[in-house]
């Protein structure tokens, strides 16, 4: 059973989540916040498997609390809901850990799937509001914050191959029939890349490809 913990300032949304939440037969929600400084604290008092994250709350927003529990000894996955695809604080949660987002009018089956992702490690990057995100907030980066090439130096040219289809929003599958290579295969160098990034997830890969420039190579 996937514990679900809700992070939003508006009651009406947080009962519509639960509602969805509690309406499957592999999900319960555990928990509702109004704040990210709740959402921090209820994740240190009991199971939590993802908290559906809105951004920005009082008190505490939700980038600070996304940063706050992925300093946590604890297995808790963050999915950022927001209303604006092109939003700063967005990006900011997917660099403190957050392991995707989704706009909040994603369709019901889109939400209840991306938390079965998250749950199960994965990472949700949707190929065009990530990419129009990224865009959005490097033009605005000063250019003493654009990590160099150099921290691609120690990849392959194969690692680098695989670095742009994930980038690029392709799954282990497509980017095995892209580089005909064995899905196992594509495992082991995500898995590499992780390691030599020093990445979190697939998310983490992106803004690192993006940042580096390695799209517009």
């Known amino acids: 059973m996937i514990k679900v913990l809700l992070a939003d300032d508006q009651s009406l949304v947080r009962s ?4 969805m939440v509690d309406s499957t037969d592999d999900m319960e929600c555990v928990g509702e916040a109004s704040d990210g400084a709740e959402a921090v604290a ?12 809105d951004i920005r709350m009082p008190n505490m927003d939700g980038t600070e609390a ?5 300093e946590l000894d604890v297995d808790t996955k963050v999915l950022v809901l927001t209303t604006f695809d092109l939003d700063e ?6 660099r403190n850990g957050a392991s995707g987002f989704l706009l909040k009018d994603a369709l019901p089956e889109e939400l209840l799937g991306a938390i079965r992702v998250v749950a199960a490690g994965g990472a949700i990057v949707a190929p065009t509001a990530t990419r129009r995100l990224l865009d959005h907030v490097a ?3 000063p250019s003493s914050q654009a990590p160099s090439q150099d921290k691609l130096a120690a990849l ?4 680098r191959e695989v670095l ?3 980038s690029r929003g392709a799954n282990n599958t497509e980017i095995g029939q892209r580089l005909y290579m064995a899905e196992g295969t594509v495992k082991t160098h995500i898995g590499r890349l992780l390691s030599k990034l020093r990445a979190r997830d697939r998310v983490g890969l992106v803004l690192i490809a993006h940042e580096c420039g390695l799209l517009d190579d």
Not at 42 to 53: A, G
Not at 66 to 70: D, F, G, Q, S, Y
Not at 156 to 159: K, V
């Open 164 to 166: 742009v289809e994930v």
């Open 156 to 159: 392959t040219e194969r690692e």
């Open 139 to 141: 033009a605005k980066l």
């Open 66 to 70: 996304t940063r706050r529990i992925a």
């Open 42 to 53: 209820m994740v240190r008092s009991r199971r939590v498997d993802v908290v559906l994250m």
């Open 89 to 94: 604080y967005v990006f900011a949660a997917l």
């Open 16 to 19: 519509g989540l639960r509602m």
